[in-house]
Structure formats: C-alpha cells, structure tokens
C-alpha cells in the first residue's frame, strides 16, 4: 500500500467511525482544496451517497469562483447542503479592520447557529496538523464544549489508533479525517484521483491562491503554477510556509512546548 | 590561561537554601569562598521569572527599557504572542558593551541571550534556543559543542514524567556544562566570562516538596545535584587561583508552591476578560468583551483604546478600572479562605522609559497611552503571598490548582557570593552591570 492509500484508508475509516458513532454529522465544506479532498473521500467512504448533511458556512466576502463551484459540485455530488450566514452581522457589516471580530461574528457565530438549528454533534473538518503550529495538538476526535472552546492543554490521548469519541453531554466534536496529510499529500491525492478543485488554486498572470478564504483576508503567492502537476512540482521545490509571513511557526512551536512543559503557557 | 572575571550563576537558588547547604556540607567550596568575602541576599525582578531577570542583569536596565517582561507577550498590534529574546531586545548586553570597549568576553547558558548577537568573543544560548547551530556565535564554535555532545538545556517535559530520568538528565547537562567550561577557560584568555547553570531552577521546580519533606529517595537526590555542582565549582577554583574577582549568584528565590492560581480562568469568571469563540493560546479572548485580561505571571493589561487592537477602556477611564482590578485581586481567597496576593504594583512605580530614569512620575492618561518598551508593560502586576503561583489557564476549569510542579519563584531572597568586587550594600540583581563594567574596564 503506497502512502495515499494508507492515508485514504485512515481517513474513510474515520469517516465511517464518526458516522456510526453519532446521529447527527455534517460535513464542514468550506470550497478549499482540503474540505473539497475530504468530500471527496467521505463520498468514497459511503459509495457515493453522503448519508448526512455538507454544511457551508457563508460569510457573504468568499470568492465568486467559490460560490459557482459549490453550487455546481454540490449538485453534481447529490449534496444535501446547508448554508449557514449569520444575517444579522452580514447586514450589521463587518469591517476588514476587525479581523478577529470579523471571523468570529461571520465564521463562529455562524456555525454555532447551524449547530444550534441543526443539531449536529459531531462535524466533518479538512484541517491537517501540518498547517499551523497549534494544530499539532489537535487528536482525530476533538471535543468543543458548549461555548465552543477548546482546551489545547486537556486533550485526551490517542494511542494505538484508539480514538476517544466519547464526549460529555453538551460538547460537539470535530473530527479530523486529514489530521495527518501534508499540503503535498493533498495535492497528489487529488491528482491521482482527478478531484475537481476551484481554479482560483492556478496561477493567472504569475499569481495564485495557495488557501483561500474570504476575498478581503486572502492574498495571492508569486507562482506561475497554472496545473495540479506545476503546483506539485512547485511545492517539491519551495521552503517557504503555506501560511507564508508567519515563518517563526516552527521555533515558536519549539519555544510553547518548552514553556508548557515548565508551567509558563 | 587567565580569565579577569569570573561569573558562576545558579538560577533559582535561595539564600536560605544556600545558607543550608554551607551549614550542613553540601557545598563546602562556595561556603568557602562566602565565608572570606561576601555572602548576602539579593532582590530579583518584577514579575520574578528568569528571562526578566537575567535581561535585566545583562543590560543593566529596567524592563521599561531593555522590553523584557516575562517569557511571553503579546505580538505588538495583534493579539498574537510573541516569545521575547534576545531579538526583541531594545537594549544592549554586557558582552555587546565590553566587546565595543575591546574586550574579549564568554556566555554560557545565560537566559535571554538567544539569538546570539556578534561580540568580541563566543556566546552560547540556553534555555528556548532551539538547537546549537542557531545558538552559537561564532557558528562555527558549534562544531566543538556537537562533538562532546554539549546539552543547551535539560529537558524539562522529562521532568514531568519520570524525576529519576530527570536527574539522570540534568546531572549529564551539568557535566557537559562544566566540560565546555573548561575547554574555553583553558583555549585563551577572557576579559568576561559567565557561565550559567539552569538545573538548579528545574530541581526546585520539580523536587521543592520533595526536599522539604525529606522524602528518602528525592531529598538526598535533591542535595545531591547541588554538591555535584559545587564539586565543579571547587575544580573552577582550582583553575583560576585565588585572586581573580569571581560572582556566584543567582536570580531569584524559591518557595513551595500551594496552589497554582489559573489568574485568567479568574480574570474570566470575574468578567474582565472574554475569550475567543475558539481558544487556542493564552491571548484568545475577544477584546470587544474584555475590559482586561493578564499574561504569566500576574501580569494584568488593561484593554485600553488606541493601544490595545479593538480596545475598549478610554485612557480617561484607566485609572478607575485599575483601582477596581487592584482591589478585587486583593480581595482574592484560595479554597479555604485564605489571601492570595501579597500586593499590586502600578506598572509606573516600578519600571520606567529611558528619558524618565527612576520611577516615572505621569498622569494616569499618559500612562495608559505611552509607546516603547515602557508602553509594553503590563498595567498592573499581582504579586502573590509565597505559595501562590500565578499561572495563565485561560481555558481551565478550574482557579486553583496542582500540578507536578513543587516550587515557585520568589522576589526578596536570591543570593550572591563575590570576591574582589565592590557592590552596593543593598543587592538587586538590575544593579550588577555596571560594577561588573567598572572592575573589567578597570
């Protein structure tokens, strides 16, 4: 087994644990190359026919090519889909100024709407542990709680593949099939498997997105990458981060976990 | 070879526990050294941790202005954290201000002094310097470290899974310390040079309790690390004879810790700070909610407009809110009714801005809005009765709590053993600098 069918395997394994283990489930599909990769293996994981809801969260500033690409595929796959906007701080207007208020008011408070309408206990994530540094704390199961915090020091351990998916009343988990992809993995995989992907990702006039989001927080990378080939070649033969401007992440993952281990964070 | 000066520091060593360790035998050399000349406590730094203190050793001035005030702090303009070091230092260091003079000057294991900058000499970080390559000037001088294994810290996750490995662990830091020492003792002459121990500060941290309650196994280990140390310090003796002006000291006290206090667990439930909506560093909280909220250790900021992104305390209002924040911190009882904090400080009365030498005297509104390194200060800073350790916990569930740690840091009572040097009658460790200049460029 090559190392993207282990890693399809892992993550259509976890995708069918969280669906037997809970009721209610959606899929976070944010239109990203990651959350459109985890689409396409949770339609793998059920041949096809996703059993429970693709839930986007709307915050009104993505992208046109991303709203013609969710409606396009989400049709294509057979999706039930549900967007979420929170109508009232889209019509109160947000401002770029703000940007943690910005995400809060239109990302979280979105989503904890949809839960709270929805129901759902348990959602679908594309977050992968070699995003950020923060991330590397993540587990294939994370408890929230009621207010939506996460406790990045009290994580439960998962050892041995096994997978603590119990979680107190009043908690939702997220659970994170591509925890252990690399931004590369993503793009061979959807290479391999011709996974259709917005095309904001290929280079136009020497510029492309390398993640996308929100038109006013999103900012291109210098690439003349225009084809899934290009881009993987260019990621073979590039140091710099995904997150590019924030390259003190791996000294500062270093310098947190000596403060933890010590009691100063 | 000879050295001019000659400096041993032992993070976190307490008078009291140093007085112990001469009266009873542990260390008989330094008692030695102590008993001929000078043996007396010195004040650390406010907050009491070790990058402030030794930032302030090694620049000779105040917080407010060499930028240091504890081993995390906010990104400027974000709500990001930033991690001070050397780096972010607004102030030069001894070894910079010696090798401008011409001198030739050694560090070692000092805190705060990574990344190192270009001296006259070698410099090798400690503690958060992530490997030797990164923490050695010159670069190449990581060669000869890799080769005897040379160990830039111990490792303090160890510490809280196994004492006996960790032990192990800090007595082959030690012993690696003392042989790099050595070596560069014995390859030339040095006009400066300081070496710097840190096992010291993690043995209390992790065996305090242990030592005060004579456990069997763990307080002989405990005195055991310590003559360990002073075996080497009876070699270094040896070495450089008895005339050259020597320092041993350390940079703050110890006591045992009775609770750890998640200060913004309380700062939350007492409604001064709000926290994000997702909480992923001691910094996730939601400044439209939060009229205050406080960094490690005891260090309160309040939200202030203008200078905090998405403030929302007016500088006019400043005052009030700290005197209310001063007087509901005092008011703070641990689980059986007791006073948590000893006092807190207005950050005016004991940093101050290079133009303002000596505690500044300004109105609340100038203090609220001041820029540079005075401007990064906390507000207000809690110090906690001996046995309270301020901690962060912003998304614990509980204030008050136990952990593995035993020790914590304390203010009034590092120590000092000196030859050859006059110092001032009242010891603080800020203070240091410029008699050490005095006597090198003598």
């Given at each position: 087994?090559?190392?993207?069918d282990?890693l399809?395997?892992?993550?259509?394994?976890?995708?069918?644990?969280?669906?037997?283990?809970?009721?209610?489930?959606?899929?976070?599909?944010?239109?990203?190359k990651?959350?459109?990769?985890l689409?396409?293996?949770?339609?793998k994981?059920?041949?096809?026919?996703?059993?429970?809801?693709?839930?986007?969260?709307d915050t009104?500033?993505?992208?046109?090519?991303?709203?013609?690409?969710?409606?396009?595929?989400?049709?294509?796959?057979?999706f039930?889909?549900?967007?979420?906007?929170n109508?009232?701080?889209?019509?109160?207007?947000?401002?770029?100024?703000?940007?943690?208020?910005?995400c809060?008011?239109?990302k979280?408070?979105?989503?904890?709407?949809a839960?709270?309408?929805?129901?759902?206990?348990?959602?679908?994530?594309?977050?992968r542990?070699?995003?950020?540094?923060?991330?590397?704390?993540?587990?294939?199961f994370?408890?929230?709680?009621?207010?939506?915090?996460?406790n990045?020091?009290?994580?439960?351990?998962?050892?041995?593949?096994q997978?603590?998916?119990?979680?107190?009343?009043?908690?939702?988990?997220?659970?994170?099939?591509?925890?252990?992809?690399?931004e590369?993995?993503?793009?061979?995989?959807?290479?391999?498997?011709n996974?259709?992907?917005?095309?904001?990702?290929?280079?136009?006039?020497?510029?492309?997105?390398?993640?996308?989001?929100?038109?006013?927080c999103?900012s291109?990378?210098?690439s003349n990458?225009?084809?899934?080939?290009?881009?993987?070649?260019?990621?073979?033969?590039?140091?710099?981060?995904?997150?590019?401007?924030?390259a003190q992440?791996?000294?500062?993952?270093?310098?947190m976990?000596k403060?933890?281990?010590?009691?100063?964070? | 070879?000879?050295?001019?000066?000659?400096?041993?520091?032992?993070?976190?060593?307490p008078y009291g526990?140093?007085?112990?360790?001469?009266?009873?035998?542990?260390?008989p050399?330094?008692?030695?050294?102590?008993?001929?000349?000078?043996?007396?406590?010195?004040?650390?730094?406010?907050?009491?941790?070790?990058?402030?203190?030794?930032?302030?050793?090694?620049?000779?001035?105040n917080?407010?202005i060499h930028?240091?005030y504890?081993?995390?702090?906010?990104?400027?303009?974000?709500?990001?954290?930033?991690?001070?070091?050397?780096?972010?230092?607004t102030a030069?260091h001894?070894?910079?201000?010696?090798s401008?003079?011409?001198?030739?000057?050694?560090?070692?294991?000092?805190?705060?002094t990574?990344?190192?900058?270009?001296i006259?000499?070698?410099?090798?970080?400690?503690f958060?310097?992530?490997?030797?390559d990164?923490?050695?000037?010159?670069?190449?001088?990581?060669?000869?470290?890799?080769?005897?294994?040379?160990?830039?810290?111990s490792?303090?996750?160890?510490?809280?899974?196994?004492?006996?490995a960790?032990?192990?662990?800090?007595?082959y830091?030690?012993?690696k310390r003392?042989?790099?020492?050595?070596?560069?003792?014995?390859?030339?002459?040095?006009?400066?040079?300081?070496?710097?121990?840190?096992?010291?500060?993690?043995i209390?941290?992790?065996?305090w309790g242990?030592?005060?309650?004579?456990?069997?196994?763990?307080?002989?280990?405990?005195?055991?690390?310590?003559?360990?140390?002073?075996?080497?310090i009876?070699?270094?003796?040896?070495?450089?004879?008895d005339?050259?002006?020597?320092?041993?000291?350390?940079?703050?006290?110890?006591?045992?810790?009775?609770?750890?206090v998640q200060?913004?667990?309380?700062?939350?439930?007492?409604?001064w700070?709000?926290?994000?909506?997702?909480?992923?560093?001691?910094?996730?909280?939601?400044?439209s909610?939060?009229?205050?909220?406080?960094l490690?250790?005891?260090?309160v900021?309040?939200n202030?407009?203008?200078?905090?992104p998405?403030?929302?305390v007016?500088?006019?209002?400043y005052q009030?809110?700290?005197?209310?924040l001063?007087?509901?911190?005092?008011?703070?009882?641990?689980?059986?009714?007791?006073?948590?904090?000893?006092?807190?400080?207005?950050?005016?009365?004991?940093?101050?801005?290079?133009?303002?030498?000596?505690?500044?005297?300004?109105?609340?509104?100038?203090?609220?809005?001041?820029?540079g390194p005075?401007?990064?200060?906390?507000?207000?800073?809690?110090?906690?009765?001996?046995?309270y350790d301020?901690?962060?916990?912003i998304?614990?569930?509980?204030?008050f709590?136990?952990t593995e740690?035993?020790?914590?840091h304390?203010?009034?009572?590092?120590?000092m053993?000196?030859r050859?040097?006059?110092?001032?009658?009242?010891?603080?460790?800020?203070?240091?600098?410029?008699?050490?200049m005095?006597?090198?460029?003598?």
């Amino acid at each position: 087994m090559d190392r993207l069918d282990a890693l399809e395997a892992q993550s259509i394994y976890i995708i069918r644990e969280a669906y037997y283990h809970y009721k209610n489930v959606a899929l976070l599909w944010s239109i990203g190359k990651d959350s459109t990769t985890l689409a396409w293996l949770t339609r793998k994981a059920f041949f096809g026919k996703v059993p429970f809801k693709a839930l986007h969260i709307d915050t009104s500033y993505k992208f046109p090519e991303m709203y013609r690409f969710r409606d396009e595929y989400s049709k294509k796959w057979g999706f039930d889909l549900v967007v979420s906007r929170n109508e009232e701080a889209i019509a109160a207007g947000m401002s770029n100024e703000k940007k943690l208020d910005c995400c809060n008011a239109l990302k979280t408070e979105g989503l904890k709407q949809a839960i709270a309408k929805h129901g759902f206990e348990a959602l679908l994530l594309g977050i992968r542990r070699d995003e950020h540094g923060v991330r590397a704390k993540e587990r294939f199961f994370s408890p929230r709680n009621e207010e939506f915090k996460w406790n990045y020091q009290d994580q439960p351990p998962e050892l041995w593949d096994q997978y603590k998916n119990q979680a107190e009343e009043k908690t939702h988990i997220r659970v994170h099939p591509l925890l252990g992809w690399t931004e590369l993995d993503i793009w061979e995989y959807i290479k391999r498997e011709n996974i259709p992907i917005t095309e904001l990702y290929f280079s136009k006039e020497g510029k492309r997105f390398r993640s996308i989001g929100c038109v006013p927080c999103c900012s291109p990378i210098e690439s003349n990458a225009s084809n899934v080939d290009e881009i993987i070649y260019e990621l073979k033969h590039t140091n710099t981060s995904e997150r590019a401007g924030r390259a003190q992440d791996k000294e500062d993952t270093f310098t947190m976990q000596k403060l933890r281990a010590l009691g100063y964070m | 070879m000879s050295t001019k000066f000659m400096v041993l520091s032992i993070d976190g060593v307490p008078y009291g526990l140093m007085e112990r360790m001469f009266n009873d035998g542990t260390m008989p050399n330094l008692a030695a050294i102590a008993k001929a000349n000078r043996f007396s406590a010195m004040k650390s730094v406010q907050p009491t941790v070790s990058s402030v203190a030794w930032a302030s050793y090694a620049t000779g001035v105040n917080p407010g202005i060499h930028s240091n005030y504890g081993f995390i702090d906010r990104e400027p303009g974000t709500w990001g954290l930033q991690f001070p070091n050397n780096a972010t230092m607004t102030a030069d260091h001894i070894w910079q201000k010696l090798s401008a003079k011409g001198k030739r000057v050694f560090g070692m294991n000092v805190p705060s002094t990574y990344p190192p900058k270009p001296i006259n000499g070698v410099l090798i970080g400690g503690f958060l310097a992530p490997n030797v390559d990164k923490a050695v000037f010159p670069s190449n001088e990581s060669e000869y470290l890799k080769s005897i294994d040379y160990q830039l810290d111990s490792d303090a996750a160890l510490a809280r899974q196994d004492k006996r490995a960790m032990l192990a662990n800090l007595d082959y830091t030690l012993d690696k310390r003392f042989e790099a020492l050595f070596h560069y003792l014995d390859r030339e002459e040095w006009d400066f040079f300081h070496t710097h121990v840190m096992g010291s500060d993690r043995i209390n941290h992790f065996l305090w309790g242990k030592m005060e309650d004579n456990d069997p196994e763990f307080a002989p280990a405990f005195f055991k690390f310590y003559n360990r140390i002073d075996n080497y310090i009876g070699q270094l003796l040896e070495k450089i004879g008895d005339d050259v002006p020597l320092m041993v000291f350390s940079d703050h006290g110890f006591c045992r810790i009775k609770y750890e206090v998640q200060l913004s667990r309380w700062m939350v439930e007492n409604g001064w700070t709000k926290t994000a909506a997702e909480v992923r560093h001691p910094l996730s909280i939601d400044p439209s909610g939060t009229k205050a909220y406080c960094l490690i250790p005891g260090r309160v900021f309040v939200n202030v407009q203008g200078r905090e992104p998405g403030g929302i305390v007016s500088p006019e209002d400043y005052q009030s809110v700290r005197y209310e924040l001063i007087k509901q911190l005092m008011e703070m009882k641990d689980p059986e009714g007791n006073q948590v904090m000893d006092k807190v400080i207005m950050k005016e009365d004991i940093y101050w801005p290079e133009d303002q030498p000596g505690a500044a005297v300004m109105n609340p509104v100038k203090v609220a809005t001041h820029p540079g390194p005075f401007g990064r200060a906390a507000d207000l800073i809690a110090v906690p009765k001996d046995g309270y350790d301020l901690k962060l916990g912003i998304a614990g569930n509980e204030v008050f709590v136990k952990t593995e740690l035993e020790g914590m840091h304390t203010y009034p009572d590092a120590f000092m053993v000196a030859r050859g040097i006059e110092l001032d009658e009242e010891l603080e460790i800020t203070n240091l600098a410029g008699p050490i200049m005095n006597k090198v460029l003598s």
